[in-house]
């Protein structure tokens, strides 16, 4: 049904874009103080923000790229480590500021949005099961403390727009790759114009054989939307996304032994209990934006979101051991809200921008025993659980002279959990609810210093509340609600620079965050984390980005980050011994971790892009015990591509070789693993060829 209403869409108004992959405007970088931004809920040139921020476009993201994962592009922002675990089952763990690292599957702390519609749930848990990377046109990314923007985040957000309608009555594009570990991917994309109405379609479908044992995947997603120009300054956005991954196989994380004698295995409970992953999602929205000559601008959006999981684990059950006993979970999720904002001059120098954020999500969960990952009638637990978020914010944005900015805000958010046990047959009822509560605010100032040169500080509070996921596994082991788990507090302080002298574009910041009741996962046990609170935790680090010319056609980029992210109160109890982990690294974060880059390109159509990624040492337990070796030299990319055309249709080939010297290194951890079972190997040398078609009528 859904498909037959994106190509629906398609037909009433046909166009797409054709091949941009290596499109050389994509190479040229506007001047800092030409680029809009909107990650402060307005549109505001970079130049006056006085928080850190980056934009990718599209040929960061696409140019050559899999277009599997976040780790192709944020790598390139300072600040932002992207672990790839190379499992689909549980994706990449994204940290901005040390924020997110402890996800145990999907990304937590950070509010994702695509095309202004959350990803991220009430209760600060993303799913990115809609998100295909190869329809991303634009990446905004805000780093660091965005609660009194965006509410439940503490790390920041990222901004996702899709690929939308050109000027042409038709476009249509194919793009299709096939690489290592059996991988292959195609993406049928289109999109038109008629009078008043645009659409869009894209419809991919990616499959792998993994490169690990026990990691195949099939992954197929729908993206379609529908516009209509409701005015010169409104229109009407209809859209509709839907992911199916029928198979998204873990194969859990290896000991040191395991790793060294063969990365590519799986752990042994993993295989024999069938840990797999199979989810189908719907998200339907409806948005209406207005921007006015005179400066009043106004979005609104309503959505709902359907989400079916069945998610065979390794978590050994209760009762009789079995090799192949393992624990079956099943939620069905419905979840539904609301977004407006706006932005109304007060003065000639005085914006005021506010608004509304409302979610609520309910969850039918259900675990069973299960054996080689089929589930057997012996229930386990069974629970509904809601989590309702409501935020209403307002930012002021002053400029007393022209090259001076100021921003203030404020935001007051609810968060309610409340879990309802179903299965009492147990004798026991671990029903429960919390109200949490929280004001967030941030003071900054932006200083035009040269007509390409800004200098900014920003002082914000942030809190993030427990997921679901984190408050259903009690501190005892077992399923039901975490009374004790509780939100953490942050308080941060940045100051940094960006922007061009001459052929160069840089940025630099430094920040301090402190964080009260920082929420951790202590320990992990057979696939299942469960969480605590540490007392404080100290965040301070150096952000560094730069990009230039060198010269025609040759552009060099580097980002790196100084992480210094300690626990400064944390105190772990076991038994009658307690350990003071004061001063412990925070696991899962390198100290430092660098991409540097180098475009050649495009000469006769060909563009060649070489990357170098480098990391340091991580941990992968609190106690800094189990130290994971950094990248050495460092792991080199090497992307080719070609753009040209045939008959009136483009043309882009493109040849990826990623890990170009077969390096062995270990791409993610699983923090605080059980038996010293923590690495997550990355493969050696792998490559991916596909070729991008488009055409368009004009």
Do not use: C
Request: aromatic letters at 6%.
């Amino acid at each position: 049904m859904l498909l037959l209403l994106g190509w629906t869409i398609a037909a009433m108004a046909p166009a797409a874009q054709g091949p941009d992959t290596v499109r050389a405007d994509t190479l040229r970088r506007a001047r800092l103080g030409d680029i809009e931004v909107t990650v402060a809920r307005r549109r505001e040139p970079l130049s006056r923000l006085p928080m850190a921020a980056a934009v990718l476009d599209s040929g960061t993201i696409r140019r050559g790229q899999p277009t599997l994962g976040l780790d192709e592009s944020l790598t390139s922002v300072p600040g932002v480590y992207v672990a790839n675990r190379w499992n689909f089952s549980l994706d990449q763990r994204l940290s901005i500021r040390g924020f997110g690292s402890r996800a145990n599957f999907g990304a937590r702390g950070i509010k994702i949005l695509l095309d202004g519609v959350p990803q991220t749930l009430p209760d600060g848990q993303s799913q990115l099961t809609n998100i295909d990377f190869a329809t991303l046109e634009r990446i905004e990314v805000l780093r660091g403390a965005a609660s009194a923007l965006y509410g439940n985040a503490s790390g920041g957000a990222l901004l996702l727009t899709s690929r939308g309608a050109g000027p042409e009555p038709i476009a249509l594009g194919a793009r299709v790759e096939a690489g290592s570990f059996g991988s292959s991917k195609w993406l049928v994309h289109g999109s038109g114009r008629r009078g008043l109405l645009a659409g869009t379609l894209g419809v991919s479908r990616f499959r792998t054989d993994g490169s690990r044992q026990q990691s195949a995947a099939d992954i197929r997603q729908l993206n379609t939307a529908l516009s209509y120009a409701v005015s010169g300054s409104t229109s009407l956005t209809l859209r509709v996304l839907a992911g199916n991954t029928p198979e998204a196989e873990n194969p859990g994380a290896l000991t040191a032994e395991e790793a060294a004698a063969n990365p590519d295995s799986a752990a042994a409970s993993n295989i024999r209990r069938g840990a797999d992953k199979q989810v189908q999602q719907q998200q339907v929205s409806l948005r209406v934006t207005h921007e006015s000559a005179s400066g009043i601008s106004f979005s609104a959006t309503g959505f709902a979101l359907w989400r079916d999981l069945e998610n065979p684990l390794a978590t050994p059950p209760p009762g009789p051991f079995s090799p192949v006993a393992g624990t079956w979970n099943s939620i069905n999720r419905f979840a539904t809200g609301g977004r407006a904002e706006g932005t109304l001059p007060v003065a000639r120098s005085l914006h005021l921008t506010t608004g509304i954020d409302v979610q609520r999500m309910r969850d039918d969960r259900e675990n069973r025993r299960s054996e080689a990952g089929v589930p057997t009638d012996s229930v386990l637990a069974r629970q509904q659980e809601t989590v309702t978020e409501i935020g209403p914010f307002a930012q002021l944005r002053w400029q007393p002279a022209s090259r001076l900015t100021a921003d203030a805000g404020l935001r007051y958010d609810g968060v309610t959990f409340q879990v309802q046990d179903l299965h009492l047959t147990d004798g026991v009822d671990n029903s429960g609810s919390r109200d949490l509560r929280s004001a967030s605010g941030n003071l900054g100032l932006a200083f035009e210093a040269a007509p390409s040169v800004t200098i900014y500080g920003l002082v914000s509070t942030a809190f993030e509340t427990p997921t679901t996921t984190e408050m259903v596994n009690t501190s005892t082991g077992g399923v039901g609600f975490n009374a004790d788990l509780a939100p953490q507090r942050a308080v941060s302080a940045e100051i940094g620079t960006r922007g061009r002298l001459g052929p160069v574009d840089f940025s630099l910041t430094a920040f301090t965050i402190g964080i009260r009741d920082a929420i951790i996962q202590q320990r992990e046990a057979g696939g299942r984390a469960f969480f605590a609170n540490a007392g404080q935790t100290r965040n301070r680090g150096l952000e560094a980005g730069l990009a230039l010319e060198a010269a025609r056609g040759v552009h060099l980029r580097a980002a790196w980050t100084l992480a210094d992210y300690r626990f400064t109160d944390y105190k772990v109890q076991s038994g009658l011994t307690v350990d003071t982990l004061d001063g412990k690294r925070l696991a899962g974060v390198p100290e430092q971790f660098a991409r540097a880059g180098l475009t050649v390109g495009p000469f006769g159509g060909l563009t060649a892009d070489l990357d170098q990624l480098l990391s340091s040492a991580l941990f992968a337990d609190d106690r800094n015990t189990i130290r994971v070796a950094g990248w050495g030299v460092g792991v080199t990319n090497l992307r080719l591509t070609w753009q040209g055309g045939v008959g009136g249709a483009g043309l882009a080939p493109f040849l990826s070789l990623f890990n170009l010297f077969d390096r062995s290194y270990i791409g993610s951890v699983t923090i605080n693993g059980a038996g010293g079972r923590v690495l997550e190997p990355a493969p050696g040398r792998y490559l991916f060829a596909g070729m991008e078609l488009g055409w368009r009528k004009r």
